[in-house]
DNA sequence: CGTACACTTGAGTAGGATCAATTGAAGTGG
DNA sequence: CCACTTCAATTGATCCTACTCAAGTGTACG
């Protein structure tokens, strides 16, 4: 879709669907450094840095917003509201990505798994992502590489959870059965409600 | 210093000087997100959200500018131009974030020790912030908890860069013999030159 | 001189990686 | 309708990276 080093990159808002975005080494490891979500920004980094350093790809059928970045100038001159907007989303994502590293660097492989699910269905709670509401459309290669975990693990790992009774794997996508319980596995607790900005 | 969950924090911008954000888990495993280097803004999400999720400590003496957090709004009506230069400046922070993920994610042990001290040492060869120009006063619990390791598997590694005489451990801190070959060594590319903002 | 902190090293273990198959569902083309 | 391919999920066996436990060294400081 989009990808690393495009100089001709949009900014963009997510209205619909589910994507992620993802870093790629010379030798094809690959990892996902966060999903996207109906309200998120895509592309902010290419906008204002000129060449994004990362790619980006869709999950299921995705509905954006167009924003040119010669108008990013503009839209702070005569818009502060929405550029106040803009960064409060783009530190909402920071927060996220934070949560994210403490959780590659310092959880175990099934803590992780328990967080990452756990937190994406509490994203997605209020938008449909998927094709039914219930069901998460990601691969167990997506989850791997978000985790910094070989499939073969992370496909063990995630038996335990079906195992636990915390989720199914059905129709190439994963549904969640306890939500309470994944966060508690995790040991993460919060999803801060925060009044989020439409933009 | 700054700690977590604070809500009268206020904005600051690095000066001078070196530290770093970390998030703990209840049972004590820490996580170093970034180091803040002169020109960095700390405090951001805390301005815009009302709460950080992070903490923040310093590892050498530092000189930092206040701006009060009511003002951010102040800022972004009546200067734009300042307020695209924050937006930037986070929008970078995030790409630093990025590829910590990456290397915490998918590089081996030695990889990410190479990867995160280039790095460090990259961003920190315009300015001081030890007490020699050489020097990052940074200790092995820190690379431990930024690399997402043990201290004793720090160690290892550490030494292993050190057989190579690619670092020194002298003084309580490290010293870099060799900042290509650890690049190389991390598969690590660019530090891509971009024009900052002064903020 | 005792304590504290950072760094170091060795031994044994475990969590996760790699390798190698197998199953099953979903196309696709004859 | 049936071979053929492809892709995702699954499972077992083996290996190795990194963890834990347990000391030990060196230096700074009160």
């Known amino acids: 879709m989009l990808v690393e080093g495009n100089h001709s990159a949009h900014l963009y808002t997510v209205l619909f669907g589910l994507g992620f975005r993802y870093k790629l080494m010379v030798d094809g490891r690959r990892q996902i450094l966060n999903y996207l979500l109906p309200g998120d920004l895509i592309g902010l980094q290419g906008s204002l840095m000129g060449e994004m350093q990362h790619s980006v790809e869709a999950l299921s059928p ?6 040119e970045r010669e108008q990013l100038h503009t839209l702070y001159r005569n818009h502060p509201g929405l550029a106040y907007d803009i960064t409060w989303i783009a530190s ?33 709670a209020k938008v449909q992502v998927g094709r039914s509401s219930a069901q998460l459309p990601i691969t167990q ?16 790992t995630l038996r335990k ?21 994944l966060m508690k596995l995790a040991r993460w607790e919060r999803l801060q409600e925060t009044l989020r900005p439409l933009v």
């Open 62 to 67: 995705m509905l954006l917003c167009v924003f």
């Open 92 to 124: 909402r994502e920071e927060q996220m990505l934070d949560e994210n590293l403490l959780s590659i660097g310092r959880r175990t492989a099934i803590e992780r798994a328990a967080y990452l699910i756990a937190f994406i269905r509490a994203r997605a």
């Open 141 to 156: 290669q997506h989850v791997a590489d978000t985790l910094g975990l070989s499939l073969v693990h992370t496909n063990k």
């Open 161 to 181: 959870l079906a195992e636990k009774k915390l989720i199914v794997w059905r129709d190439g996508g994963c549904e969640v059965l306890d939500i309470d319980a």
